[in-house]
């Protein structure tokens, strides 16, 4: 008994198609166009694909011909589908990737990839941070900084506190350096780049200098040092670094789910840019905060310095209120690190 069914055959080697009609025995089949026998194979001749529901079945010649039934629905006698298409035929299995891949997806974004990216940052070559610093600093520079106006005296004097401190706590001093800017855009702040640059803008100095003056505080020097010891620590534990990979690496996943690999690219391109952009976690911000802390003390400092540093920017003033928000969004959660600070030798 045969069967004759309607469909295309689609020429090897050529965009030409035509109606054909497939006509199948017991063993054989063979295809017919035009009223004429066009050719004829044994059924282990041919390549079927897999049968899966609502698509139909090609059905691939040894001359490299391929038809196509009109009928999605038309299975050849025996014809199984490999375990894929059967997964993708029980709904069962349907339902339960429906749950399963956002769950997948959500862990790969939120533990496997940071995690994983944690890691990746240490294998690193030097030259990687080194780049991303002086890009990161060529972008932040040009469109942020200038030159600061603070006096000589003050300058030389807060570089001096910072080459001591990298000496007394026997930090590499080829590793760091310090720039002292002027920025409308950043206010009252400090930055790290990967490279071990650390911003500190006029403003924040004017402001510890003013805060000194007029509250019953920690020195100057104690506080500005509590700052920048923060931004070391950012350093040390590779927070830009970590955040960029962590982002490439999520990038990466999304690419790899909608076959997008060119947007990777984009963003390696792009990473200096990122580190810009970037906002620590709250996990980082207290590491960094722990290592400032602990750090304060080797240098003839009280933690509570650090406290001070940060009661400065809730001072009541309009004209520092686009200050304190700049710096509150780039470093979260002031008042608990206030209240940390203070309490910190307690905990210990």
Request: with cysteine; aromatic share 8%.
């Amino acid at each position: 008994m045969s069967q004759i069914i309607d469909g295309t055959l689609y020429r090897s080697g050529s965009s030409h198609a035509c109606a054909a009609q497939l006509v199948v025995t017991e063993h054989h089949l063979s295809i017919i166009s035009n009223g004429t026998e066009q050719c004829s194979y044994n059924l282990t001749e041919v390549q079927l694909s897999d049968a899966i529901p609502g698509i139909a079945t090609e059905i691939r010649l040894p001359n490299g011909d391929m038809f196509i039934p009109a009928d999605k629905n038309w299975r050849l006698n025996k014809q199984t589908g490999s375990l894929l298409s059967h997964l993708e035929s029980n709904w069962l299995t349907v339902f339960s990737s429906i749950i399963l891949a956002p769950a997948l997806i959500y862990w790969l974004i939120m533990v496997a990839m940071p995690a994983l990216a944690s890691k990746s940052v240490e294998w690193l070559p030097e030259s990687i941070p080194a780049y991303m610093g002086e890009q990161s600093f060529t972008i932040i520079d040009e469109a942020f900084l200038s030159p600061s106006t603070l006096d000589d005296n003050i300058k030389n004097s807060v570089n001096s506190l910072f080459d001591k401190a990298l000496e007394t706590l026997e930090l590499n001093i080829e590793d760091y350096q310090l720039l002292i800017k002027q920025s409308d855009y950043f206010g009252a702040n400090a930055l790290a780049l990967p490279n071990g640059t650390v911003i500190v803008t006029d403003g924040l100095i004017t402001q510890l200098m003013e805060f000194e003056k007029t509250q019953n505080t920690a020195t100057f020097d104690s506080m500005l040092m509590a700052i920048i010891l923060h931004e070391i620590g950012h350093v040390e534990a590779k927070h830009s670094l970590r955040l960029v990979a962590q982002s490439l690496s999520n990038a990466i996943v999304f690419a790899l789910l909608l076959g997008d690999l060119e947007t990777v690219g984009e963003l390696m391109v792009g990473a200096s840019s990122a580190v810009i952009q970037a906002n620590f976690s709250r996990d980082m911000e207290t590491e960094a905060d722990n290592f400032a802390l602990s750090h304060l003390g080797k240098l003839g400092y009280e933690p509570a310095a650090f406290a001070d540093a940060m009661e400065s920017f809730n001072e009541e003033k309009v004209d520092t209120a686009e200050s304190i928000f700049k710096y509150l969004s780039s470093h979260p959660a002031i008042v608990e690190r206030i209240e940390k600070a203070k309490n910190f030798n307690s905990q210990q």
